[in-house]
C-alpha cells in the first residue's frame, strides 16, 4: 500500500464548476499537507499548506484537512480553463523534516 | 528573484549510458533536492542535501545514481549505467532550509527529461 494514494483521473469538467480533488493516506505521523499544482512541463508550485487537521481558503481554492479519517481535500470553486493542470498532494512528517511524499496527481482539465 | 536552475532541459540517451544533470538553486538556500517524477506519478525523493552534506538518500539507486553538492551551492546527478525505467523527469527544488519545506516553502525548477532507448 502506497502512503499516499490519490486519483489520477483525468477528470473533465465545465467552466464554472466546482472541483474536489481528495488523497487518502496511511501513515498517521503526517502533520503537514500541501496541494502542488503542476503545469505540463513544468515543476509544481505550491498552492495550500495546512499543518494539522482543518481547512484553509485561499481565494476560490479551499483545503480541508481530516486526521481522524486520513483524507485530505482541495476545492476549486468557479474553476477557470487556466485551473487545467495536475495537482499534487503532498505530506510530510515533523520527524522526518523536509521529506516530502506526494499523491500521484490528479489531471484536471477545465473546459469553456 | 531567480528560480532553481537545471539543465539540461531534455536529453535522449541509449540505455548502458551516462548522463549527468545540474541544478543551481535559489540563491542563499541551505536545502537541495532531487526529485525523480516518472510519466503519471508524483514526484519522488533521490536525495536531499543540507548545504554540501547527504541528509537522505536512501530512495537513491546507488548503484547507478550519484548526487554531489560541492561547496553547498551547485549540485549535479549522474546515472551511470542508464536503464530503461530511468526515463523520467529529474526535478530540483531548493528552499532555504528544511523545516521549511515542511511548510511547502520548496520550490521546484522546471525539471530535466530524460529518455532512455
Known amino acids: 500500500q502506497k502512503e499516499v494514494e490519490q486519483d489520477p483521473g483525468p477528470l473533465s469538467v465545465p467552466e464554472g464548476a466546482i472541483v474536489s480533488l481528495n488523497c487518502t493516506y496511511s501513515n498517521s505521523a503526517f502533520q503537514y499537507f500541501m496541494w502542488y499544482r503542476q503545469y505540463s512541463r513544468k515543476g509544481p508550485e505550491l498552492l495550500m499548506y495546512t499543518y494539522s487537521s482543518g481547512n484553509k481558503e485561499d481565494g476560490r481554492f479551499t483545503a480541508q484537512v481530516d486526521k481522524s479519517s486520513k483524507y485530505i481535500s482541495l476545492f476549486i470553486r468557479d474553476s477557470q480553463p487556466s485551473d487545467s493542470a495536475t495537482y499534487l498532494c503532498a505530506m510530510s512528517a515533523v520527524s522526518n523534516t523536509g521529506k516530502l511524499i506526494f499523491g500521484q496527481g490528479t489531471t484536471l482539465q477545465v473546459k469553456p | 528573484e531567480a528560480g532553481v536552475a537545471q539543465s539540461p532541459r531534455y536529453k535522449i540517451i541509449e540505455k548502458r549510458q551516462s548522463v549527468a544533470f545540474w541544478c543551481n538553486p535559489i540563491?542563499?538556500?541551505?536545502?537541495l533536492y532531487w526529485y525523480q517524477q516518472i510519466l503519471g506519478q508524483g514526484p519522488k525523493l533521490l536525495i536531499q542535501?543540507?548545504?554540501?552534506?547527504?541528509?537522505?538518500d536512501s530512495q537513491l539507486p546507488k548503484d547507478r545514481f550519484s548526487a554531489e553538492r560541492l561547496k553547498g551551492v551547485d549540485s549535479t546527478l549522474k546515472i551511470q549505467p542508464a536503464k530503461l525505467e530511468d526515463s523520467a523527469v529529474y526535478l530540483c527544488a531548493s528552499s532555504w532550509d528544511r523545516e521549511y519545506a515542511n511548510t511547502g516553502e520548496l520550490f521546484f525548477g522546471e525539471g530535466s527529461r530524460l529518455t532512455v532507448l
Open positions: 542535501f543540507q548545504n554540501n552534506g547527504v541528509v537522505d
Open positions: 540563491s542563499g538556500h541551505a536545502t
